[in-house]
């Protein structure tokens, strides 16, 4: 089995089937794309693993356990959004040890956590700072600061870039990727963006209308898309 394994989840809006029998496989320590259009079903799926909603079908297990009747505070998994959510009157400081005063570490310990994180953030000066005094990129950094301290056996991030610039856009993609590396995180990371995408994944799962219709590297993906949506989605026809 593997470190996060999703089996046949089913999830429907209505009459809407939103999920149809999703199947995936994340290994411990790689990061992993779900890459497809709007409304073909991606954030759902992170709400679903994340425990923010309930599948209507389906299991989920994560590091050889069923947590599919877990609370989402008992799962072991932090989330990012694209819209930063931190809070506008806590520092960048208080924002990033919120999680750990929530499970009341002591001071000690807690400062020093969120100084290494603020370093491999590359926040340090920024410690005392309002989010309002930050830019789009600084704040998405501290977002990923504060869901990382708390140490989860997952990180989703849902879009995280999207809402920045092209150029520091680049620079987070570049980032975020070595910052995953370094910390042997697993990563489930959804996105539009098929060049961001191809960028920063272990694997790609390519969706459409609630379905992953296929899987692999970038490498794969490119070389032998399995049909045209997957082709003209990675940008490639032969
Ligand atoms: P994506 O993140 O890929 O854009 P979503 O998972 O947000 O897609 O949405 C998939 C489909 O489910 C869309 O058709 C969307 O309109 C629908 N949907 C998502 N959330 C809800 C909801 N809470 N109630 C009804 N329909 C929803
Ligand atoms: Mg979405």
């Not at 809006?13 to 320590?29: A, M, T």
């Not at 947590?67 to 208080?94: C, E």
């Not at 830019?135 to 990180?155: F, T, Y």
Request: glycine residues 6%; negative net charge; proline residues 3%.
């Amino acid at each position: 089995m593997s470190f996060l394994q999703v089996e046949k989840l089913e999830m429907w809006f209505g009459k809407q089937q939103v999920l149809k029998n999703v199947d995936l496989s994340v290994e411990q320590g790689k990061l992993v794309t779900l890459l497809g259009p709007s409304g073909c079903g991606k954030s759902t799926l992170l709400r679903l693993i994340s425990g923010l909603e309930t599948a209507n079908g389906g299991n989920l297990y994560l590091d050889g356990k069923d947590i599919s009747k877990q609370s989402a505070q008992n799962r072991d998994i932090s989330m990012v959004f694209q819209s930063y959510a931190l809070f506008p009157n806590m520092t960048v400081y208080d924002n990033i040890s919120y999680g750990l005063r929530v499970q009341k570490l002591d001071k000690k310990t807690i400062h020093q956590k969120v100084m290494t994180m603020l370093s491999l953030i590359h926040l340090e000066e920024k410690s005392a700072a309002f989010p309002s005094d930050l830019s789009g990129g600084q704040q998405q950094r501290v977002s990923l600061a504060r869901a990382l301290i708390v140490e989860p056996k997952v990180l989703l991030l849902d879009e995280p870039l999207s809402a920045l610039d092209a150029q520091i856009r680049k620079e987070l993609q570049l980032e975020l990727r070595t910052l995953q590396q370094e910390l042997g995180m697993t990563m489930i990371f959804v996105t539009h963006d098929q060049e961001e995408a191809m960028l920063i994944s272990d694997t790609i799962h390519v969706m459409h209308d609630g379905e992953i219709v296929q899987s692999g590297t970038p490498e794969e993906l490119y070389s032998y898309p399995k049909n045209d949506f997957v082709a003209s989605f990675i940008g490639h026809y032969n």
